[in-house]
């Protein structure tokens, strides 16, 4: 499944760098010697990350279409019988289909989420003594993040971005805990955490910020 949606996205990609190309002369309204604004700092909303900040830099290359880029963000999310907090980070480039740091892009780059999970309402059990207590673990992911995104121009900009993260996710989290003095093994399902199934995580998120 997650090839086949990794399939659309780049087809759908093509597509647009097609109509793109092809319209460039319809859509030439821009000022030719507009400045390029080439640092970009802002906040972003959605999954995986929830809320964030991130950063971007248009280089010289390519004819200012590729652009390094940072975000990362840090929450907490609360389910059923667990606890976890999060730090989500993700560095990598975008490279834009025209020429002044805006307009649609693909972006590739690699994350990682780093998760302090709790679990609160473990059941310990020893020579017939049974006892509710609390356990945690760490979990960590990394994934190789394939984005479609399009970014608006001037000093305030929107940008909105859909893709996917490719990466092994375990689907239980094993630990060792103690509670009253008792000391046990568990066998827990990874909380809900949003975006993240099976094979990676889904990416949708919204952007804004200021470029200058």
């Given at each position: ?13 093509a597509t647009?760098l ?5 319209t ?9 010697v ?6 970009s700092?802002?906040?972003k909303l ?18 200012n279409r ?10 907490s ?5 667990s ?19 805006k307009?649609?892009?693909i ?7 780093n ?10 059990s ?9 356990g ?10 394939v ?5 608006s ?6 940008r ?36 993240i199934?099976?094979n ?13």
């Amino acid at each position: 499944m997650k090839y086949l949606y990794l399939l659309s996205l780049f087809i759908c990609s093509a597509t647009l760098l097609a109509q793109d190309l092809n319209t460039e002369d319809s859509l030439a309204i821009d000022d030719p010697v507009q400045k390029v604004k080439r640092i970009s700092v802002g906040a972003k909303l959605g999954i995986p990350n929830l809320a964030g900040g991130t950063v971007e830099v248009v280089l010289p290359l390519l004819q200012n279409r590729i652009a390094p880029y940072f975000d990362y963000s840090n929450f907490s999310v609360n389910v059923e019988n667990s606890e976890s907090s999060l730090s989500y980070s993700e560095f990598g480039a975008n490279l834009y289909f025209k020429d002044k740091g805006k307009g649609f892009f693909i972006g590739l780059g690699s994350a990682q989420m780093n998760a302090d999970v709790l679990f609160t309402d473990l059941v310990f059990s020893e020579n017939g003594v049974t006892a509710s207590g609390e356990g945690s673990t760490d979990l960590a992911l990394n994934t190789f993040n394939v984005k479609l995104g399009l970014k608006s121009g001037g000093t305030f900009f929107f940008r909105f971005e859909v893709g996917y993260g490719i990466g092994s996710i375990p689907d239980q989290l094993s630990f060792t805990a103690t509670s009253n003095g008792i000391t046990e093994q568990f066998t827990e399902e990874i909380p809900a955490i949003p975006g993240i199934g099976t094979n990676g995580l889904l990416i949708g998120n919204i952007g804004f910020g200021l470029s200058f």
